[in-house]
Structure formats: C-alpha cells, structure tokens
C-alpha cells in the first residue's frame, strides 16, 4: 500500500524536524524544503499528496507559490494547506481563492495539524474518485446511433479525429455537438492533454477575453487576483469553444490572432504566453448567414472550419429514438436506484412521432422526469408528457389494414386512449364518458392490448 506523500515548505528548520516527526508518527512519508523555488523543484519530480506551506518564505513567498503549483501541469494535483505565523483574514480568503484546501495559524498543534491533514487526504481521494467517475464516463459519452447519419458521423471521426486540425461542429441546440468534441478529444493524439470548454453564449461580453485569454491582478476593476486564461489551461491539449457564433467581433478578432500566431496576451500584461492549444468550435446557427450579417468574421469562419462536421437533429434519425430512450431509463433507473422501466409499444409510438425541438438533450430530460414521477415499471403512452401539437403524426391509410375489423379496432383503441389522457388514466371516469360499464370497458382495453394505469 502506497504511503501518504508529505512535502513540508517551512525556512525555520525547528518547524521542519517537529512536523516532521509528529506526520511521521501518524504513518506519513514526509519530506522538507525550506524554500518555495524548492517546492517546486520537488513537486516536479514526484507526486504528493498533501503540501504544507509557510507563508513567509525566502525568495517567492508561499502565495506565489500556491499559485504557480496551480499553473504546474501535474497529474495527480496535491491539497495545499498554508500555513503562517502572521496570519490574518485577507490573506487566508485569497490563499482560499488560489485554491488552497485550508489555513493554519502558528503556533502549530499536533491535533489541528493531524486533523487538517486527514481531511485534506479525505478531500483528495474523494477528487481522485472523481476523476476516475469522469474516466468510467466515457461508456456513457458514447456516440449512440445506428441510424446512416449517425453511422456516417463515426466513420468521420475515425477518419478526421486522429489529426491535429481544427474542427467547427453544426448542429442544432441539444443534438449532440459537446459529445462530439469530447469524442474528437478522446480518439486524438492529445488525448493525453487537457480538455477545456468555453461556453461562448453563457458568458457576460465584458468577461469574455479574460476568460479565454486571463489577467493579471488589477488590469481592470475587480481583477484582484492573477487568473489562468483557458487557452492557456488548454495547452497541450484541446479548447473547445462551443456557441462560437455568439462570440463578439472584438474577441473574435483576438482569437483569429492566436489561431493564427499560437501566441496571445493576458488582459494587462507586457508578456504574451505561446500555447499548444487544438481549437474546436461548435454553433447552432448558419455562420455563412452571419457573415452575410456582419456578425461573424469570413476570416475566423475559414481557419475554424479546417474540418467540418454536421451533428443531425433527432427527427432526422427517428431509429435511434428507441435505442436513445431505452439506454437514458437504463442510465436513471441506475444513478436513482430505481426498478427498471419498460416503455410499451404504444409509448414508443409517441416518442417516434414527436417532432424533438430539444433533440437528444429533450429526449434525456424526458427519460430522467419519467424515471422520477413514474413508480410504475411499464410506462404507458398516456405517461409520455409530451406537447401533441409537435407531433409529427404520419400519414395512416387504410390499405394498411387487412379486415373492416381491423379499422374498426384501430379506430376504438385511438379513441379509448384519448378518453384515458384525457382522465389521467383513471378507467371509471374513462368508462363514465365512454358510457361503458367498468367492467366492459376493462375487457374491451384487454381485448385491445391497452395496459391499465399501474398503482
């Protein structure tokens, strides 16, 4: 079993040796520097899992060091827990703020060391989790369809994903485009590298630029703190940047640049950072119409559009509609630890119909509300709560049927259902309007292969 890594950042060598020896008692294997460029000398050549570090330090103090072990590209990330003799509120919120786990004051006791320290490893192996969950997410990020636009889609990214080139993704809002990106990620060569998204469209104009590109502390007014841009989180890996159509002309100026240099500037800094970054884009509107507009530059459509890709909207591929629901009921019935749900012929008849403005993401909602107001394990059409005027209702002849009795049945099966919908599917009150004894009604929804409403 793997000891619980220690690095102890502290100049006065009296608190190194007692710190040592109280976390080495406890089991810990511990190791000592007493300056912040040496923390970061030894966090670069091996993995810790908690970092005690003073406040004071000789050379960079321990806040810039906080701060450049959250720049560092380390896999396994350790819990920072500073530590100062002079401690006072401000600086534990912005020691907070940079991401450290928490704040100790001097003098030090054995029992607040011991007990930060284990919370900090609880912290730890509870993000660590995490991030194995996200891994195992992958089965569910999978790109389901056997539909031919679905199957053509895969074949495109076998084809495309393993390059370096810029990709831009249509599709309509719901229809899959994040799922996309994250498979492009995956199946390239930066797999290895970080995964960044950017949601144009959710955040505020006058934010925009530092979002993508960063500040430092005062370059304009409630910039307190330095801040990591996203293109620079992405190095090495791939930014996406989805609803790129909502960006503004001046950021997409300043993106066309980087894409084109590979190098950009934080807000108020003399310095521009070189970053290693695979742009992929994603829009649910018509760019080429934008530009007509004037909302969207020619210039920044043609370097994002190295590689284009068309996600379908789901009415597009009616025969993944059954596969798409029945996988999201396996998916909630299992995180709500719910029975499992059967959705009936009829139900599946519903969901073919409907026109799925939301697509993919509408479908997925639908299945989780079902799988949480619904106790029953069948699932009938009536429980389907969707909007009958964007039903896509298809034409239905009669030379489908063999028999009168056949049209007459279909003809009593479509009536009694509406009457059920209408009731809520409560029989008696059904039987009531249909002027039926509830018993009659009963054998006649048997004889129809119409399911009662389970208790």
């Not at 509408?362 to 059409?381: D, F, G, H, S, Y």
């Not at 009669?398 to 009731?423: H, N, P, W």
Request: proline share 4%; aromatic share 6%; hydrophobic share 40%.
């Amino acid at each position: 079993m793997r000891h619980i890594q220690i690095l102890v950042v502290d100049d006065e060598p009296g608190i190194q040796e007692s710190l040592r020896g109280v976390l080495e008692d406890e089991g810990y294997s511990v190791n000592t520097v007493g300056r912040g460029e040496d923390a970061l000398e030894a966090l670069s050549k091996r993995s810790y899992d908690v970092v005690l570090l003073d406040v004071w330090l000789p050379g960079i103090d321990g806040l810039e060091t906080l701060q450049r072990i959250q720049q560092m590209p380390l896999t396994d990330r350790p819990n920072v827990v500073m530590i100062s003799g002079h401690g006072n509120i401000e600086t534990a919120v912005r020691a907070t703020k940079m991401g450290a786990f928490d704040f100790l004051e001097k003098p030090l006791t054995i029992e607040k060391v011991t007990i930060t320290i284990q919370n900090a490893i609880k912290q730890r192996k509870l993000e660590v989790e995490v991030e194995r969950l996200k891994g195992a997410s992958g089965e569910e990020r999978r790109i389901l369809g056997e539909s031919v636009p679905m199957r053509a889609l895969r074949q495109q990214l076998e084809l495309m994903a393993r390059t370096n080139g810029r990709v831009l993704i249509f599709g309509e809002s719901g229809s899959g485009k994040e799922l996309v990106a994250h498979a492009i990620h995956r199946m390239s060569p930066r797999v290895q590298g970080p995964f960044v998204e950017v949601n144009c469209a959710a955040i505020p104009e006058h934010l925009i630029e530092s979002e993508l590109f960063g500040h430092r502390r005062g370059s304009f007014a409630g910039a307190g703190d330095d801040k990591i841009g996203k293109f620079e989180r992405a190095d090495g890996g791939t930014l996406f940047l989805d609803e790129v159509g909502d960006m503004s002309l001046k950021t997409q100026a300043k993106v066309l640049r980087v894409l084109d240099e590979g190098r950009f500037q934080p807000l108020g800094a003399q310095e521009s950072i070189r970053a290693d970054v695979r742009v992929i884009a994603a829009t649910n509107k018509n760019l080429e119409d934008e530009i007509e507009r004037g909302n969207f530059r020619e210039d920044l459509f043609y370097r994002l559009n190295v590689i284009p890709f068309h996600v379908p909207p789901l009415r597009e591929r009616v025969e993944d509609i059954r596969l798409l629901a029945d996988h999201f009921l396996h998916e909630f019935t299992t995180s709500y630890g719910r029975k499992a749900k059967e959705l009936t012929p009829e139900a599946y008849r519903v969901l073919d119909e409907y026109s799925w403005p939301g697509n993919v993401r509408e479908l997925k909602n639908l299945m989780e509300r079902i799988v949480i107001m619904n106790p029953q394990t069948r699932v009938e059409a009536r429980q389907i709560p969707l909007n009958a005027a964007k039903r896509n209702l298809p034409e239905r002849p009669l030379e489908r049927f063999g028999s009168l009795q056949e049209v007459r049945e279909a003809a009593e099966r479509d009536y009694i259902l509406k009457k059920l919908d209408e009731t809520g599917g409560n029989v008696t009150k059904t039987a009531e309007l249909l002027g039926l004894e509830r018993s009659h009604l009963y054998r006649k929804m048997k004889a129809l292969g119409i399911g009662p409403k389970e208790n």
